[in-house]
């Protein structure tokens, strides 16, 4: 029997159901919030992840992936209680999210102890719970795949190879970091079937994603309702073509909704709202879901993304 590790320990691959592959019930910085934190309001925190995980669930949604990592606050004991409260199975992530910056502790150290770390996470647990990792996330963006990417995905390219656990790799298609990411991935020996390409959405460079395709990795329509990177229609019209193209097999479906994020101060976020006015955890199922229906999406290929292929990648 083929098992994932949830907040609330291992499942029958089979319980997974309907899984939303990339969303964040909190996302505030780690370091900031411990020194400073008269700025968080811990209270609405907990309201706004309740209210999406309810939400997420009035839609039919059993299991929740949450691939926060380092420097995105990934919170074991918060994402448990989401579970608790909630009833969903929430599924945890190791791994660094950086674009190029790592604290002298983790510079310190080379990618086969950097992959030791991301495996204890794997085998032992996050954070002192017995609460243990199910993949392992890595991410490059705009400033590309810097040395101090590169190590870090060598090392959860590592914790891979040794656990067995899948990969998700957040990138930054306007500038092709994918097509590097698995370059990286292959050099190191991890099978593509292991590998999600994060945030390939971002882009309606159908040439750019049949490459991607190509090297035999998953990839994610992840992030509807923030038009700030790629507004709606475009997100559809490339999905729909993926589709003809006979990709469901490859694609997940997802937000990246942040319940909670202190990017910006209430009065930036307020100025940004145009550009994410759709952007929430059910967007899927209130817009994005219907019109793709009606524009030709079968119930099988939906299904395929969002029970089928979940199991497979993370299985
Ligand atoms: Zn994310």
Not at 68 to 95: I, P, W
Not at 223 to 248: M, N, S
Not at 266 to 292: D, G, K, Y
């Amino acid at each position: 029997m083929a098992t994932v590790e949830t907040v609330n320990g291992p499942i029958d691959v089979e319980e997974l159901g309907r899984t939303l592959i990339h969303e964040h019930f909190r996302t505030t910085d780690e370091a900031t919030r411990f020194q400073f934190p008269h700025l968080y309001d811990e209270d609405a925190e907990w309201e706004a992840a309740m209210r999406d995980a309810n939400g997420v669930k009035g839609h039919g949604i059993q299991t929740v992936v949450e691939p926060s990592a380092m420097f995105l606050q990934r919170d074991a004991a918060f994402s448990k209680r989401v579970a608790d409260e909630s009833g969903l199975n929430v599924v945890l992530a190791t791994g660094i999210y950086t674009y190029d910056h790592l604290p002298q502790v983790l510079l310190n150290r080379n990618e086969d102890q950097l992959a030791e770390i991301f495996v204890h996470d794997i085998e032992q647990g996050i954070q002192g719970t017995d609460i243990k990792a199910a993949f392992i996330k890595c991410a490059a963006d705009e400033p590309g795949v810097t040395p101090n990417v590169e190590k870090v995905h060598r090392a959860a390219a590592r914790a891979s190879q040794q656990t067995g656990r899948p990969i998700m790799a957040h990138s930054h298609p306007k500038s092709e970091t994918g097509l590097r990411q698995m370059e990286v991935f292959a050099e190191e020996g991890v099978d593509p079937a292991k590998i999600q390409v994060a945030h390939t959405g971002d882009t309606d460079d159908l040439d750019y994603i049949e490459r991607l395709l190509d090297a035999g990795c998953w990839i994610g329509m992840d992030r509807y309702g923030l038009d700030i990177f790629l507004p709606t229609e475009q997100r559809q019209a490339t999905v729909l073509a993926l589709l003809e193209k006979g990709h469901a097999d490859r694609m997940f479906l997802s937000q990246d909704f942040c319940s909670t994020i202190d990017y910006f101060t209430p009065e930036a976020a307020e100025q940004l709202r145009p550009v994410v006015a759709n952007w929430s955890m059910t967007f899927l199922f209130e817009q994005v879901i219907p019109e793709l229906k009606e524009r030709g999406m079968t119930d099988e290929q939906l299904d395929q993304m969002m029970v089928e292929n979940p199991k497979a990648w993370l299985a």
